[in-house]
C-alpha cells in the first residue's frame, strides 16, 4: 500500500471568497479587494490556513467573473493587481495562503484572444478557439455542429455572422471555449493565467471545470434525453476526453512543478473513484485534489439541475461514504465540503432553517465537515450559519445567468405555464447560485454592513441580516460562529483521526440519523448526527475502551446516551 505524504494543503482549512460580496470597502455597492484585507484578522482568528478566491480578473461579468477578459488584469470596481500583491502579502504574513481561480476553460469574448480569433478565418489565432461550419437540415435550415446544450441553456453553439462559423461555448454565449488541442493556446494559457499570478506568490489554483479541456475533435451528437428540444445535455461527451490527463501533466511540468503549489480542481461528472484516482494520485502528478459533486448535486433533476426531486438521507450518507473510502490503499487525497459560490446554503438544503433549528443544525454540520476526511473547504458565511433568500424573493431578485436564463426557457417552452414556472421556482429556491452570493451579514447596521451606499448594495441583502451577522456571533460562546471556531480546533487537535483517518458507517440505510466512526491505528472517534426535528434512538457502535463526549452541539438541555435530540450532533472519543 502506498503511504500518503502529509502537506500543508491537507491539514490546512480553506476558506472560500467571492469577492463581490464579501466586503465593500468604498461604497459603490460591490465588495473589493481592499474589503477582503480589512477581513483577513477575522478569517485568520476563525482558523483558516488558505484563502481561495473566486475570479477578481478583468471581465465584463456575464458570468461574474468567469468570464475573464483579461488573466493579467483585475476587474476595476475590485481594485488593481497592486492591491492583489497586497492580498497576497497580508495573507501570508499572517501565515495564511493565498490560492486564485484557475479559469481557462474557456475565456470571455471580449478577451483579445478571442477578438482576434473571430476577426476572420486566417488570423493566426483563429484556431484558439473552437470553429466549426454550420450543418444543414433536409429543408436547408442551417443548424448548429451537434445538439450539445450548454450549461446556461439552449446550444452550446453560437454562430458568427462575419465569418460564417459557430464557435463552441459549454457556459455561456460570452464564454468561448478555448481549443487545447493548439499547444501554442496552452503555453499562452501557462504564461498569462498561471505564470503571471505565481510569480507574484500565490500558492496554488482552484482549477474551474478541469475536467473539460479535452473534448476529443469528433464531437459527435449526444443521446436525448429530453426529447421536447433540440439540445441535449452532453456532459458525457464533452468532459474527461481523450488527451485530459496529458494536458494536466504537462500543465505540471511546464508550471507548476516549479513553485510549491496546491490544486484543487472541479471534476464534474465524473462518479467512477478509479477515474477520479487517475487525477489525484500522486505518482502522476496531475492536481492535488478535486471536488466531488455528488453531495451538492443532491436531488437535482435528471434531465436539468431546476428540476428539483428531494433526495433522502440513505443517498447523502452513501455519498460521504463514497468519498471518505475512495483513496483506501492508494495515494490519492480528497476533499471535504457542502458549500460553495454554485450552490444553496447548506442549512437550508441539508438541515433545517427554520428559526427554531438554524444555529443547532448549523452547528451539526460542522461537525460531520469537521470530522470527515480530505482537505475542508468552508464558504463565506457558512461559518455564521447563512441560509436562502427567503422564499416570497420574486426572480427579479435573482441574478444568477444560470437561473435566470432556465426560468426563461422554461417560461418560453410552456408558454408561461404557471405550474411550471412555480415548479422552476422552486428548485431556485433550494438550489440556485444566487443564494450563495447574498451579501455578506457583518453587523445589523443596513445591509448587513457590507456597504454604506445608501441604495444598498449590487443584490438583495438577505431579510435576516439582523438576526444573522457576524457581529452578533464575534462574542458569543454559544453562537454558530464561535461554535465553527471550536470544531476547526478540535479537528486540527485530533487531525489523524478527523483529517487522515479511516472512515466506517453505521446502520447506512437509516433515514433519520447519522453515525460513523473515524479511526487512525488505535484511535477512534464516533459521530452520531440526528437529521431530523424529532429525537431519535441512538444505537451506539461497539467500541473497545469507554467513550468520553468530546463534543455535542445541544446548549443547557441534558441529552441522554439513548436518544439523539432534534438536530443533535455528538462526537465522542473512544479511550
Ligand atoms: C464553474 C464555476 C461556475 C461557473 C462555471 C463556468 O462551474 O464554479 O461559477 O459558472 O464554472 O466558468
Ligand atoms: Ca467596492
Known amino acids: 500500500m502506498t503511504v500518503a505524504k502529509r502537506t500543508w494543503w491537507k491539514d490546512g482549512v480553506v476558506y472560500q471568497i467571492y469577492p463581490a460580496s464579501y466586503k465593500d470597502s468604498n461604497g459603490d455597492g460591490m465588495g473589493d479587494i481592499p474589503g477582503i484585507i480589512s477581513k483577513l484578522d477575522y478569517i485568520k482568528d476563525l482558523g483558516i490556513d488558505i484563502v481561495w478566491l473566486s475570479p477578481m480578473y478583468d471581465s465584463p461579468q456575464h458570468d461574474m467573473g468567469y468570464d475573464i477578459s483579461n488573466y493579467e488584469a483585475v476587474y476595476p470596481p475590485y481594485g488593481t493587481v497592486a492591491d492583489m500583491e497586497i492580498l497576497v502579502e497580508s495573507c501570508h504574513s499572517r501565515g495564511m495562503r493565498l490560492i486564485l481561480d484557475l479559469v481557462v476553460n474557456h475565456t470571455s469574448d471580449e478577451h483579445e484572444w478571442f477578438k482576434e480569433s473571430r476577426s476572420s478565418k486566417d488570423n493566426p489565432k483563429r484556431d484558439w478557439y473552437i470553429w466549426r461550419p454550420a450543418k444543414y437540415s433536409t429543408d436547408g435550415t442551417r443548424m448548429p455542429p451537434n445538439n450539445w446544450r450548454s450549461f446556461f441553456s439552449g446550444s452550446a453553439w453560437e454562430w458568427d455572422e462575419n465569418t460564417q462559423e459557430y464557435y463552441l461555448h459549454l457556459f455561456a454565449t460570452q464564454q468561448p471555449d478555448l481549443n487545447w488541442e493548439n499547444e501554442e493556446t496552452r503555453r499562452a494559457i501557462h504564461k498569462s493565467a498561471m505564470e503571471f499570478w505565481l510569480q507574484k506568490g500565490v500558492d496554488g489554483f482552484r482549477v474551474d471545470t478541469v475536467n473539460m479541456y479535452s473534448k476529443g475533435t469528433e464531437m459527435p451528437d449526444a443521446p436525448i434525453i429530453d426529447p421536447g428540444v433540440f439540445e441535449q445535455p452532453a456532459p458525457g461527451l464533452f468532459c474527461n476526453g481523450p488527451r485530459m490527463h496529458e494536458f494536466l501533466r504537462e500543465m505540471n ?138 422564499k416570497d424573493w420574486p426572480i427579479e431578485d435573482y441574478k444568477d445567468i444560470e437561473s435566470i436564463n432556465y426560468y426563461n426557457s422554461v417560461a418560453k417552452r410552456t408558454n408561461n405555464d404557471p405550474k411550471a414556472l412555480a ?87 437509516k433515514q433519520d440519523t447519522f453515525v460513523f466512526k473515524k479511526i487512525f491505528g488505535k484511535d477512534s472517534a464516533i459521530v452520531a448526527l440526528n437529521f431530523t426535528d424529532k429525537e431519535q434512538v441512538f444505537n451506539r457502535p461497539h467500541v473497545e475502551g469507554k467513550l468520553q463526549l468530546l463534543v455535542s452541539n445541544v446548549e443547557g438541555i441534558e441529552g441522554t446516551e439513548e436518544k439523539l435530540m432534534p438536530y443533535e450532533g455528538r462526537i465522542y472519543l473512544a479511550q
Open 253 to 390: 511540468t511546464e508550471v507548476l512543478s516549479k513553485y510549491d503549489t496546491m490544486t484543487v480542481g472541479e471534476l464534474p461528472h465524473t462518479p467512477d473513484p478509479k477515474h477520479v484516482l487517475r487525477y489525484v494520485g500522486s505518482g502522476d502528478k496531475q492536481l492535488d485534489m478535486v471536488f466531488q459533486f455528488d453531495i451538492v448535486d443532491l436531488g437535482g433533476g435528471k434531465t436539468h439541475k431546476y428540476e428539483y426531486e428531494g433526495y433522502q438521507l440513505s443517498e447523502m450518507k452513501a455519498v460521504v461514504e463514497k468519498w471518505q473510502n475512495f483513496h483506501h490503499g492508494s495515494d490519492g487525497w480528497t476533499t471535504a465540503f457542502c458549500e460553495n459560490h454554485d450552490q444553496g446554503r447548506s442549512v437550508s438544503r441539508f438541515a433545517n432553517d427554520a428559526p427554531e433549528w438554524r444555529e443547532r443544525s448549523a452547528k451539526m454540520l460542522a461537525m460531520m465537515l469537521c470530522a470527515t476526511t480530505g482537505t475542508l473547504f468552508v464558504y463565506q458565511g457558512q461559518e455564521i450559519g447563512m441560509i436562502n433568500a427567503p
Open 423 to 509: 415548479h422552476v421556482m422552486k428548485s431556485i429556491q433550494i438550489l440556485g447560485r444566487d443564494h450563495a452570493r447574498l451579501p455578506m451579514q457583518w453587523d445589523s447596521t443596513p445591509y448587513a454592513g457590507f456597504t454604506s451606499k445608501k441604495d444598498g448594495a449590487w443584490m438583495r441583502t438577505h431579510d435576516l441580516y439582523k438576526k444573522i451577522n457576524v457581529e452578533s456571533q464575534v462574542n458569543d460562546p454559544t453562537s454558530v460562529l464561535s461554535f465553527w471556531k471550536k470544531m476547526l480546533k478540535v479537528r486540527k487537535e485530533y487531525k489523524d483521526i478527523f483529517i487522515h483517518g479511516v472512515f466506517e458507517g453505521f446502520d447506512m440505510d
